[in-house]
């Protein structure tokens, strides 16, 4: 079982940036596919990016390539999204999931635990 709470969200003008952290709890945090996904208003929740159990491979939507970085600190039972070069269009609730074991998912159903989300608002 893996609980997972998101922090870091807010209030920014567009061009800045943010870092959005997923604290989890549990000793095998280490060996979970993690991942962010975020959810706008009337929308479908979206994958944006996902790593894999070290570190070393991640995954990320298109939306979100050349922007955000997602990484993560085993030590500190900890993942990152860092977010740069905001748009209004990234305005959204943002949450973290992780998975058993497994490939870089991109499907909310692929994924076992989710964060209740932290809201992230971007003003033109």
């Known amino acids: 079982q893996v609980q997972l709470v998101e922090s870091g969200g807010g209030l920014v003008q567009a061009g800045g940036s943010l870092r959005l952290s997923c604290a989890a709890s549990?000793?095998?945090?280490?060996?979970?596919?993690m991942g962010w996904f975020r959810q706008a208003p009337g929308k479908e929740r979206e994958f944006v990016a996902a790593?894999?159990?070290?570190?070393?491979?991640?995954r990320s939507a298109d939306s979100a390539k050349g922007r955000f970085t997602i990484s993560r600190d085993s030590a500190k039972n900890t993942m990152y999204l860092q977010m740069n070069s905001l748009k209004p269009e990234d305005t959204a609730v943002y949450y973290c999931a992780a998975r058993h074991p497994g490939g870089l998912g991109i499907a909310n159903l692929q994924y076992d635990y989710w964060g209740p989300g932290t809201q992230v608002t971007v003003s033109s």
């Open positions: 549990g000793r095998t945090f280490s060996s979970y596919t």
């Open positions: 790593i894999n159990w070290n570190g070393v491979i991640t």
